[in-house]
């Protein structure tokens, strides 16, 4: 087992990697409830086992629950959701004391996470990730949301867990594509500050997308100790924090315009690295030779490096610039300047994002 310990300005917490993981959470949420009550908030797409595995931990433990069981969509990470599963918490007398446990991907998480983040004004939030993304970026940072008329992510709070239980073997039935989009973050995280962990990761595709869990506890326990790293540097995105959004300004900008919803997130991400690495390379602050790897890193784990020719350079540049990262009406860019180092930039021109666009869309240099 591997653990991280996560310090943010808000409450810390540990992120716990491992198989057999489950036992203690179970330990962990009988502390927290004392003679209450847990609430799993378990994703429909799970398989029977991995559920039963934690409702037989918790039982073990002597923790009386309640389960329920919702599909995860981001159409239905929304307020009416939200509200459904407050009124069953109250339904089934939550109280201060009760807690709440998210058992799934992203969607499960954020959408759990600001339930236990406001009802009754916070109680205790445990995080058991079941997808590559939600186990290396979502476990990290406390963000809890829910999405508002086609806004992602607007209403939310900063709301730490009390602990995260990330067992591999949760990811042997998760399908390929989505272990690409989980790598799609990783590749991320190298490019942005770790040089090893950019090689490593590449050099381990095969273990990962076999389901090696030695390897898959080792990707996870890198990833959030890099990420963790960062968010204890930067709560509030003023800085360190916002190198996190490379590839992210340009990837919204597809996502949006994505109408009939092709492209996952982290395959929106490969894509968006790819445009801000194109735009570094012309501007000379990186190396061609970089962007030709980046390319390859990305592609080799399974994700998209082109957009299809419906996307439309003018459209994507005006929905970049409607970003709510944009701050003081300049739009920062984080941009690499190697395999390991960014830097944030509010100085990219109109034509400079619309040849970067142009680039993932013709692929011409
Ligand atoms: N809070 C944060 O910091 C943060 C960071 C990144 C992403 N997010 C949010 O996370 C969401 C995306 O997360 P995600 O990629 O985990 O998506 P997700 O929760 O939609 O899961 C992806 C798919 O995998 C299925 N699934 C989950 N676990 C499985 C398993 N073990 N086996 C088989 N199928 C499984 C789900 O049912 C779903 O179909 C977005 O809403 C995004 O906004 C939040
Ligand atoms: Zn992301």
């Known amino acids: 087992m591997k653990k991280v310990r996560v310090t943010a300005w808000n409450g810390s917490y540990d992120i716990n990697i491992g198989d057999g993981i489950y036992k203690l959470l179970a330990s962990d949420v009988s502390v927290a409830v004392h003679n209450s009550s847990a609430f799993v908030v378990a994703d429909r797409n799970l398989p029977a086992e991995l559920v039963s595995e934690v409702r037989s931990a918790l039982e073990g433990a002597g923790v009386e629950h309640?389960?329920?069981?919702?599909?995860?969509?981001?159409k239905l990470k929304t307020l009416a959701s939200y509200e459904e599963l407050c009124a069953w918490l109250l339904e089934n007398d939550a109280e201060r004391t009760s807690a709440v446990i998210a058992l799934g991907g992203g969607i499960i998480g954020d959408i759990s996470g600001f339930v236990a983040?406001?009802?009754?004004?916070?109680?205790?939030?445990?995080?058991?990730p079941t997808t590559l993304l939600s186990m290396v970026d979502a476990s990290v940072g406390g963000k809890v949301a829910v999405n508002l008329r086609g806004a992602k992510n607007i209403v939310?709070?900063?709301?730490?867990?009390?602990?995260?239980?990330?067992?591999p073997q949760s990811l042997h039935s998760l399908d390929r594509r989505q272990v690409s989009c989980g790598l799609a973050e990783c590749i991320k995280h190298g490019i942005i500050?770790?040089?090893?962990?950019?090689?490593?990761?590449?050099?381990?595709?095969?273990?990962?997308?076999?389901?090696?869990?030695d390897y898959l506890t080792e990707l996870v326990y890198r990833n959030v100790a890099f990420k963790a790293k960062i968010v204890g540097e930067d709560?509030?995105?003023?800085?360190?924090?916002?190198?996190?959004?490379?590839?992210?300004?340009?990837?919204?900008?597809?996502?949006k315009l994505d109408v009939d919803k092709t492209l996952f997130h982290?395959?929106?991400?490969s894509i968006g690295t790819i445009a801000a690495a194109k735009l570094a390379a012309t501007r000379g602050t990186l190396p061609e030779a970089s962007l030709s790897i980046i390319e390859s890193a990305f592609s080799g784990a399974g994700l998209p490096i082109r957009l299809s020719a419906g996307f439309d350079t003018s459209s994507l540049v005006r929905e970049m610039k409607r970003d709510k990262k944009s701050a003081h009406k300049k739009l920062r860019i984080i941009l690499p300047r190697s395999i390991g180092s960014v830097e944030i930039r509010d100085d990219c021109s109109d034509a400079e994002l619309a040849d970067?666009?142009?680039?993932?869309?013709?692929?011409?240099r």
Do not use: C, M
Not at 156 to 166: D, H, W
Not at 356 to 364: E, K, Q, R
């Open 193 to 213: 500050g770790d040089r090893a962990l950019f090689d490593w990761t590449v050099g381990n595709l095969e273990k990962f997308f076999g389901g090696d869990d």
């Open 156 to 167: 939310g709070s900063f709301y730490q867990p009390s602990g995260v239980y990330a067992s």
């Open 117 to 128: 983040s406001t009802f009754p004004r916070g109680i205790p939030f445990f995080q058991v």
């Open 266 to 269: 982290g395959e929106a991400v």
């Open 235 to 255: 709560a509030t995105e003023l800085s360190v924090r916002a190198w996190l959004n490379l590839g992210h300004t340009f990837g919204h900008a597809i996502e």
């Open 66 to 74: 309640h389960i329920n069981t919702i599909s995860a969509s981001e």
């Open 356 to 364: 970067a666009f142009a680039y993932v869309i013709h692929g011409v």
